[in-house]
T-cell receptor, first 111, second 114 residues
Framework: SQQGEEDPQALSIQEGENATMNCSYKTSINNLQWYRQNSGRGLVHLILIRSNEREKHSGRLRVTLDTSKKSSSLLITASRAADTASYFCATDATNTDKLIFGTGTRLQVFP | GAVVSQHPSRVICKSGTSVKIECRSLDFQATTMFWYRQFPKQSLMLMATSNEGSKATYEQGVEKDKFLINHASLTLSTLTVTSAHPEDSSFYIC??????????FGPGTRLLVL
């Protein structure tokens, strides 16, 4: 399977703490994207990082990309209870339109 | 941002019937739409890529006669689950590509086959 893997599978933290999720993938990519999914809902696009970028910030989100290790991380700083959701990475492989999703991390932030 | 809608949001049907799910890009034209299915607590699995005016491209293991896809216009793609069975019960999500990079996702359709 080309599916990427994320770890941890589940993460529980207190409000105010930082949450770090990691994603590994298998193929060469054009870019890597992170999405958020609340239970039973569609996906919300969070951030896109291109293969020639190493780090990107958006508000409380920080994404890193290491193409030599085929891995990415998503850091959510100063977490809030409203951040509770599943987070997925998705890679856009070269020469294809397709997105390949990671296995996801379920984040629970306790107030 | 770009908005993608799906209809219906939930559907319950009897085994053996067919169900049609619509995916619309509301404020942009999408030459490519994608259909995914997601089982509980699992990730999204791509079923097929739908290009306007041409036949869909199905992923390995997805039966094209079971999951009929029609992309009749630049804003509408439909997925028909034919002769649905309980094992087809799942969360079906579509996405539409706006430009080169970002896919925008619909809110999903929960299908329950009794």
């Amino acid at each position: 399977s080309q599916q990427g893997e994320e770890d941890p599978q589940a993460l529980s933290i207190q409000e105010g703490e930082n949450a770090t999720m990691n994603c590994s993938y298998k193929t060469s990519i054009n870019n890597l994207q992170w999405y958020r999914q609340n239970s039973g809902r569609g996906l919300v696009h969070l951030i896109l990082i291109r293969s020639n970028e190493r780090e990107k910030h958006s508000g409380r989100l920080r994404v890193t990309l290491d193409t030599s290790k085929k891995s990415s991380s998503l850091l959510i700083t100063a977490s809030r209870a409203a951040d509770t959701a599943s987070y997925f990475c998705a890679t856009d492989a070269t020469n294809t339109d397709k997105l390949i999703f990671g296995t996801g991390t379920r984040l629970q932030v306790f107030p | 941002g770009a908005v993608v809608s799906q209809h219906p949001s939930r559907v319950i049907c009897k085994s053996g019937t067919s169900v049609k799910i619509e995916c619309r890009s509301l404020d942009f034209q999408a030459t490519t739409m994608f259909w995914y299915r997601q089982f509980p607590k699992q990730s999204l699995m791509l079923m097929a890529t739908s290009n306007e005016g041409s036949k869909a491209t199905y992923e390995q293991g997805v039966e094209k006669d079971k999951f009929l896809i029609n992309h009749a216009s630049l804003t509408l793609s439909t997925l028909t689950v034919t002769s649905a069975h309980p094992e087809d019960s799942s969360f079906y999500i579509c996405s539409a590509k706006a430009g080169v990079e970002t896919q925008y996702f619909g809110p999903g359709t929960r299908l329950l086959v009794l």
